[in-house]
């Protein structure tokens, strides 16, 4: 097994996992490779969350309001599903193609929060000329809560923006 092959002998061709267990995002689950540039996930975990609010006054009112009608302590039974897609020439630096992935995040009912929220990615490589590379980028989210919680948890709320930027709000 572990010897090369003899002198005119065909090489062994590995055979590539369809099947695997990950962890994301404190998830375990099972990922499925479909095809050399698809591949989705399925995902469950438990979230448990102690949620300590200040008396110093600096709170905003949303999350006062959230803490005082949902409680601060949370046990929350999570899934996630998603399906992605890369046709990128290379993991970094790439000059072409594209990525996309799709997802869809929730809290299972039963919960004490029941929330869900979907995810969209894309970008796209496009050679300009010579070394010039555009790219082009998007992001897509929608969340809500359902059941007894009637909102998103203010902590899983999108940003307007990049990192450190604008909460999400309606």
């Known amino acids: 097994r572990g010897l090369p092959p003899r002198p005119g002998a065909a090489a062994p061709v590995p055979r590539r996992r369809r099947w695997r267990l990950v962890g994301r995002d404190g998830l375990d689950g099972v990922a499925h490779d479909v095809g050399e540039n698809a591949g989705g996930l399925f995902a469950v975990g438990v979230d448990k969350t102690d949620i300590t609010v ?3 006054g600096l709170v905003s009112k949303y999350v006062d309001d959230f ?3 949902q409680g601060s ?32 995040d929730f809290a299972w009912p039963g919960s004490d929060l029941t929330y869900y929220r979907f995810n969209y990615n894309n970008q796209v490589y496009l050679p300009i000329s010579g070394r010039w590379v555009g790219r082009l980028h998007g992001s897509l989210g929608w969340g809500e809560g359902y059941g007894d919680t ?21």
């Open 54 to 56: 200040g008396t110093s």
């Open 67 to 69: 803490v005082r009608a």
């Open 150 to 170: 009637p909102v998103l948890p203010f902590y899983k709320n999108y940003f307007a923006g990049g990192f450190g930027s604008v909460r999400g709000y309606r």
């Open 73 to 104: 302590v949370y046990e929350t039974y999570t899934g996630s599903l998603a399906w992605s897609r890369n046709t990128l020439n290379r993991g970094m630096f790439a000059d072409r193609g594209a990525s996309q992935s799709l997802s869809v």
